[in-house]
């Protein structure tokens, strides 16, 4: 009786702090569009639902409390897991691990059929990036709105939050701060996805939230 007890009290500790809002800068008040831990140990997934997530290109795993994501050659494509949304103004936390991988991203598009690409947040060894982006497949455009050099430790486990609050998006991670303005950034967004360019990346704890428009200074 005295272990249940025990089981109840942390799944509910664990609920109140999946909902607890990140610390935000530009975004005002939140709300969660989902929570995944990945925790939940599933199969190598070429295509196919992976904890919440749709695996689309490359091969997805969970083990050992995480997602790992592997580029897969034949596909000539960096690798990709998505979620759907509908959100304006998003927040993103989450923790990765670069791992082997040459880089990764978190992506959004937006709701213009089928989901044109909308902008990214790039995670390299030696920098951070952000760019807007448009189209998609051959017709996709993208340029680098701002860039930080700054070392990643590819084997840690960083914290990232990111913010899109109308035409600004802010990326925070392990306390390094890249900001950009562009238009493109304010479009609906209906996609989150993750992105890998090689292999042994790493993501958990992630987090999707609606967000209000930016903060207005007292």
Not at 168 to 187: K, L, S
Not at 195 to 211: D, R, S
């Given at each position: 009786?005295?272990?249940?007890?025990?089981?109840?009290?942390?799944?509910?500790?664990?609920?109140?702090?999946?909902?607890?809002?990140?610390?935000?800068?530009?975004?005002?008040?939140?709300?969660?569009?989902?929570?995944?831990?990945?925790?939940?140990?599933?199969?190598?997934?070429?295509?196919?639902?992976?904890?919440?997530?749709?695996?689309?290109?490359?091969?997805?795993?969970?083990?050992?409390?995480?997602?790992?994501?592997?580029?897969?050659?034949?596909?000539?494509?960096?690798?990709?897991?998505?979620?759907?949304?509908?959100?304006?103004?998003?927040?993103?936390?989450?923790?990765?691990?670069?791992?082997?991988?040459t880089h990764l991203a978190f992506g959004c598009r937006d709701t213009i059929?089928?989901?044109?690409?909308?902008?990214?947040?790039?995670?390299?060894?030696?920098?951070?990036?952000?760019?807007?982006?448009?189209?998609?497949?051959?017709?996709?455009?993208?340029?680098?709105a701002e860039e930080l050099k700054t070392p990643i430790d590819p084997e840690?486990w960083h914290d990232l939050t990111i913010e899109i609050s109308g035409d600004?998006?802010?990326?925070?991670?392990?306390?390094?701060?890249?900001?950009?303005?562009?238009?493109?950034?304010?479009?609906?967004?209906?996609?989150?996805?993750?992105?890998?360019?090689?292999?042994?990346?790493?993501?958990?704890?992630?987090?999707?939230?609606?967000?209000?428009?930016?903060?207005?200074?007292?």
């Open positions: 009786m005295k272990s249940a007890l025990l089981l109840l009290l942390a799944l509910a500790a664990h609920a109140v702090h999946a909902q607890t809002p990140p610390r935000t800068e530009i975004s005002g008040p939140l709300e969660l569009i989902v929570a995944t831990a990945f925790d939940e140990d599933t199969p190598a997934t070429r295509k196919g639902i992976i904890n919440g997530w749709q695996a689309s290109i490359g091969e997805w795993t969970v083990k050992d409390g995480a997602l790992h994501a592997d580029e897969v050659p034949e596909d000539k494509h960096a690798s990709s897991c998505t979620y759907k949304i509908d959100a304006a103004d998003l927040v993103i936390t989450a923790q990765f691990r670069l791992g082997e991988a059929a089928p989901h044109h690409h909308l902008a990214r947040t790039f995670i390299s060894k030696d920098a951070i990036w952000i760019q807007h982006m448009s189209g998609i497949a051959k017709t996709t455009k993208a340029v680098k840690a600004h998006y802010r990326a925070t991670i392990d306390g390094h701060v890249i900001e950009a303005r562009h238009e493109r950034f304010a479009d609906a967004k209906g996609i989150v996805a993750l992105i890998v360019k090689g292999q042994g990346a790493q993501f958990k704890n992630l987090k999707l939230w609606k967000a209000a428009k930016e903060k207005v200074a007292p």
